[in-house]
């Protein structure tokens, strides 16, 4: 049999199962499934358990005693879509192109890795130490898989994400990373009517604050803090109490992050009306995937495996997150998109191109004879 219809029949299986993240079943047994196929070429498997919220991942090693990873593969195991999506449009194809839900995001990735590793040379299975992470959350954030992540990719020397290449093949050579504050004011209540002069109105307060905020932007730089939600008041005909404002942040490093939040707790802690008190939170943070030194090299080594292989790499700097962003964590280089091309993600539209397939597969087992 061909590569091309193996690799379909083995996509086909993975497609025609159901695997939202909500999906607890049928995300363990696409783990299952991937756990047998790395056994069969001699990687040791573990099943991986985050709790029962979620399915089960996969850690597939080559070395299983080993401690530090020369090169680490990750893609995610769940999709956006609910069960019976599978039965009620499955695996497909119409030229050039496969259909189906998760065909690109990111099951198409999820198996190029392993045909990338089937397909390696002995001398560099026997040279290298690869880890192999399949995660069972990132759809909804990876909120399970996240710390064990950034644990496998502080313990790597580089990670290859295979989320789908974009849909003229572009990899992502960096990610903005994304902390989510929130800021909230109280003051007092008063009615609109007949003592209005007695409130202390949060509403007022939250808006001198956006405003000034809004000045912190650094869009040459890509640094960018965006007030997303602003919420204050019950009633028209009070003055409002309370009010919070949700801050998104976006940054290409985690040094103008710390620049970021510094100057948004500082603009929080001054006077912004009388009697108003203001708090200052940070609900969450992922880490940049920085376009650094290392992640230099790291491209020059993946556009050398592509062009062996016969195609010209091309990339580009994304302003959303993904698990490559866990994994740059560490400091670790990390480079994304290095599945198939595909597009059409979390529709019904969604499509992998078949004609990608081959050629991402094949550099991935070029880089390993590369590094």
């Avoid at 905020?213 to 730089?221: G, Q, S, V, Y």
């Avoid at 670790?332 to 990608?356: A, F, K, Q």
Wanted: charged share 25%; net charge negative.
């Amino acid at each position: 049999m061909s590569f091309l219809k193996e690799y379909i029949e083995d996509l086909r299986e993975l497609v025609n199962l159901d695997t939202g993240t909500a999906n607890t079943a049928g995300v363990t047994r696409a783990a299952q499934i991937m756990k047998g196929h790395f056994e069969s070429i001699g990687f040791t498997c573990e099943l991986v358990d985050f709790g029962p919220r979620v399915g089960a991942g996969l850690l597939a090693r080559n070395k299983p005693e080993a401690s530090h990873y020369d090169v680490l593969f990750n893609a995610h195991l769940d999709t956006v879509f609910p069960d019976g999506t599978a039965a009620a449009r499955p695996f497909s194809i119409e030229g050039f192109l496969a259909r189906g839900p998760g065909c690109a995001d990111c099951k198409a990735g999820v198996l190029s890795i392993f045909y990338a590793l089937k397909r390696a040379r002995p001398e560099d299975l026997k040279r290298l130490s690869i880890a192999v992470a399949y995660n069972p959350d990132e759809e909804t954030g990876s909120l399970f898989s996240d710390s064990w992540l950034s644990s496998l990719g502080g313990k790597s020397d580089c990670a290859l994400v295979c989320e789908a290449a974009r849909p003229n093949g572009e990899l992502v050579r960096a990610r903005k990373g994304i902390s989510i504050y929130t800021v909230k004011f109280t003051g007092r209540a008063a009615h609109a009517g007949n003592n209005p002069q007695d409130g202390r109105s949060a509403l007022l307060a939250a808006a001198r604050f956006v405003l000034e905020a809004d000045k912190l932007n650094d869009f040459e730089h890509g640094s960018t803090i965006t007030a997303g939600i602003m919420h204050a008041g019950t009633v028209s005909n009070v003055i409002p109490e309370n009010a919070y404002v949700e801050f998104d942040t976006r940054y290409w490093t985690n040094e103008e992050q710390q620049h970021q939040k510094a100057s948004l707790k500082e603009l929080a802690a001054r006077n912004w009306g009388e009697e108003i008190v203001t708090t200052f939170e940070q609900n969450t943070f992922k880490a940049a995937m920085p376009y650094s030194e290392a992640t230099k090299a790291l491209v020059e080594k993946i556009s050398n495996a592509a062009q062996e292989v016969g195609f010209k790499a091309e990339f580009v700097d994304a302003g959303g997150a993904s698990d490559g962003n866990n994994l740059a964590l560490m400091g670790t280089p990390v480079i994304d998109g290095c599945g198939p091309s595909g597009g059409g993600y979390h529709t019904d539209h969604e499509y992998l191109r078949l004609d990608t397939v081959e050629e991402r597969s094949l550099m991935l087992k070029k880089f390993l004879e590369l590094i």
